[in-house]
T-cell receptor
Framework: GQQVMQIPQYQHVQEGEDFTTYCNSSTTLSNIQWYKQRPGGHPVFLIQLVKSGEVKKQKRLTFQFGEAKKNSSLHITATQTTDVGTYFC???????????????FGQGTILTVHP | NAGVTQTPKFRILKIGQSMTLQCTQDMNHNYMYWYRQDPGMGLKLIYYSVGAGITDKGEVPNGYNVSRSTTEDFPLRLELAAPSQTSVYFCASIGRGAQPQHFGDGTRLSIL
């Protein structure tokens, strides 16, 4: 079945440093979504990428979708303590028919920010 | 607008006991999902439903059952609780395919 790998598993940064997490799928994706989960909380949707090579920005966050639609990245510029949490990518594949919105989640990257 | 509501928030079960995790949404969403999240791991899909009366297995369905008698409710049943089912369970919903999933706050379940 479809697998989504995400690296690194952990990232510790000093406040103000940049952060990047990478996501790779074993199959071509129809779209990819990114979620953030604060400690003790539930995943909260950040963004969805659909087009090959797409780049989207949300303030200090930059999201990219690879040309082959099998990989993606999230880059945070100048991290702040409010960025602490786990960042998940989640892939949606229509291979073989309708996916019914099912997502395959990566393992997540746990980000800690030291003030 | 409450969104997706899960009850209970916490529960401790003994091995072999059964329980139902409740999930209800007030957004008239057709698609609903149950995930489990083990410590330091991503979310694994247990079961999903595309509408009332229609359910299907996800990646890790063993030991669980679901039903979907109404659009709003999607309960998850554990029949014979095992320590391996200790996890955080999340329910989510979307209106239709390829939309962002709305998650409930989760149920933290420990089986001892």
């Amino acid at each position: 079945g479809q697998q989504v790998m995400q690296i690194p598993q952990y990232q510790h940064v000093q406040e103000g440093e940049d952060f990047t997490t990478y996501c790779n799928s074993s199959t071509t994706l129809s779209n990819i979504q990114w979620y953030k989960q604060r400690p003790g909380g539930h995943p909260v949707f950040l963004i969805q990428l659909v087009k090959s090579g797409e780049v989207k920005k949300q303030k200090r966050l930059t999201f990219q979708f690879g040309e082959a639609k099998k990989n993606s990245s999230l880059h945070i510029t100048a991290t702040q303590t409010t960025d602490v949490g786990t960042y998940f990518c989640a892939g949606n594949s229509n291979a073989g028919g309708t996916s019914y919105g099912k997502l395959t989640f990566g393992q997540g990257t746990i980000l800690t920010v030291h003030p | 607008n409450a969104g997706v509501t899960q009850t209970p928030k916490f529960r401790i079960l003994k091995i072999g006991q059964s329980m139902t995790l409740q999930c209800t949404q007030d957004m008239n969403h057709n698609y609903m999902y149950w995930y489990r999240q083990d410590p330091g791991m991503g979310l694994k899909l247990i079961y999903y439903s595309v509408g009332a009366g229609i359910t299907d297995k996800g990646e890790v369905p063993n030991g669980y059952n679901v039903s979907r008698s109404t659009t709003e409710d999607f309960p998850l049943r554990l029949e014979l609780a095992a320590p391996s089912q200790t996890s955080v369970y999340f329910c989510a919903s979307i209106g239709r395919g390829a939309q962002p999933q709305h998650f409930g706050d989760g149920t933290r379940l420990s089986i001892l």
